[in-house]
């Protein structure tokens, strides 16, 4: 499981509502609550966010794991215009339709992008975006792609808009992040708002409330070491030897394998003088020096 997944999502989506456009019509992967928040005639804006695609592209040992620089975690958002009506009339399922664009609705598109990656960039008085900001390390490249679909020439008007992200380290379970960590504001803003119909707070809070490993088993958990791996390799506070029930014993001058020091005092005076030494050159031959 990687936490960072869906923190990042819902950073993204406390971020965007009520923000643009779309105000409250914001959600996580979900289009079930969409059906509902645009049910009538009228067509109104939306956008929902996907973290779908997760990829580390080039992985050259178990390390790579957890290591946020090799990542590739992909924020798309989906814009789109759409009236909801039920089918058949009053009392069947809600079925979405989407709006034939036209100058205005391609406007409204437009204008919501633009208002997205503000939310999420260019606040500065955002909370959420400011968390997202944090989780997300750097984005590599940034796609924006008409969409919808042509169907008997008729455009839908809809925009997707991808963030190829580079995060932080992902947190492995029973690992407790440093008190600086942002997944704590994490918890403390999702707490006091909510970001969705879960309560994605309590959820982090239990991942986090696992049994807490010691600094080695740490170490060995973001490198993928195994645990006899772990004890040869790791030189960490805490660490077992690698031979079992053995204790390390104080080193000891008196040990045969150890030298003592030679030298216990170095003191400079400067009345202390040297005589210059005699050096006799003898001569090589073949005339005065």
Known sequence: MS???????????????????????????????????????????YAVVYTDTDDIPLVLGKAEIYDGRTRRLQVAIEIGVAS????????????IRFAATDQGMEWACDLIESQCMAALIGDPHSDWGDLFKRFVY????????????AQTGVRFAARRIILVCETLFDIPP?????????IYDFIELATVGAVGEVDVASLVKQFLEAQSAPEW???????????????????????????PNMEEPPLDYSDINEYPPGLDKLTFDPDVTTEPMD???????????
């Open 217 to 243: 088993r740490i170490a060995q958990a973001y490198l993928g070491l195994d645990s006899d791996a772990a004890r040869d390799t790791l030189v960490v506070t805490g660490s077992p030897l690698p031979w």
């Open 174 to 182: 029973g690992v407790k992040p440093a008190p600086q960590h942002p």
């Open 279 to 289: 050096v006799n050159i003898p001569n090589s031959g073949g005339g005065s020096p």
């Open 138 to 149: 750097k984005i590599h490249r940034v796609q924006r792609r008409r969409g919808g679909q």
């Open 84 to 95: 909801a009506v039920h089918d058949p009339a009053p009392a069947g399922p809600v079925t």
């Open 3 to 45: 936490l960072l997944r869906p923190v990042i999502r819902a950073c993204a989506v406390g971020a965007l509502r009520n923000k643009t456009w779309c105000q409250d019509r914001v959600y996580d992967s979900d289009m079930t609550p969409l059906a509902e928040a645009v049910l009538g005639t009228a067509a109104k804006p």
